[in-house]
């Protein structure tokens, strides 16, 4: 399997403009989670999906940030319209469940630069 | 509420030497205990994991951590660091409030090696 896989890996764009990062998870995970790092506040949790259902989405910073799942190989967060202090890396993670809790599995992450 | 303490920010050790990074956590039940390794530009890998069983659990490249239930600790040590250890740590505990498998991640620990 070729992990997770997030797109893009750089992002850079200009203060109010929409920006979606993007998320495959590995095949037969059922968990996904949306994380943001910053030197700041470090690993967050941003959103967690359970069979491709929003569980916990409490660290959502604000109602500009969106995520969806609409399949269990896909996942997006928006941000709309994006700000200068949404830069950081967005890393989205997946797991399995199956009975048997074990490990999350990161991406590469997608490093956001707002200007 | 259910956190992780990892009280060293920053660590340099000489190549060769032995390490040892703390980690410290609160829960409420028997935790899920995982440290985590990211490299610059890098996403997150998994190290080792406790979920049960010998307290003492060995991990990839060299790695072991020790479960302290009465110390709530859960720390890193390996007898001889490499420069290719250089990166940054991460302890993380799950899972977390109705047993949803959601992590919640220490600050984070970055390692400086010395040649």
């Known amino acids: 399997d070729a992990g997770v896989i997030q797109s893009p890996r750089h992002e850079v764009t200009e203060m109010g403009q929409e920006v979606t990062l993007r998320c495959k998870p590995i095949s037969g995970h059922n968990s996904l989670f949306w994380y943001r790092q910053t030197m700041m506040r470090g690993l967050e949790l941003l959103i967690y999906f359970n069979n491709n259902v929003p569980i916990d989405d409490s660290g959502m910073p604000e109602d500009r940030f969106s995520a969806k799942m609409p399949n269990a190989s896909f996942s997006t967060l928006k941000i709309q319209p994006s700000e200068p202090r949404d830069s950081a890396v967005y890393f989205c993670a997946s797991t399995s469940l199956g009975g048997k809790w074990t490990e999350a599995f990161f991406g590469q992450g997608t490093r956001l630069t707002v200007v | 509420a259910q956190s992780v303490t990892q009280p060293d920010i920053h660590i340099t050790v000489s190549e060769g030497a032995s390490l040892e990074l703390r980690c410290n956590y609160s829960?409420?039940?028997?935790?899920?205990l995982f440290w985590y390794v990211q490299s610059p530009g890098q996403g997150l890998q998994l190290l080792l994991k406790y979920f049960s069983g010998d307290t003492l659990v060995q991990g990839i490249k060299g790695f072991e951590a020790e479960f302290k239930r009465s110390q709530s600790s859960f720390n890193l040590r390996k007898p001889s660091v490499h420069w290719s250890d250089a990166a940054e740590y991460f302890c993380a505990v799950g899972p977390v409030s109705g047993g949803y498998n959601k992590l919640i991640f220490g600050a984070g620990t970055r390692l400086a090696v010395h040649p």
């Open positions: 829960y409420g039940a028997t935790p899920y």
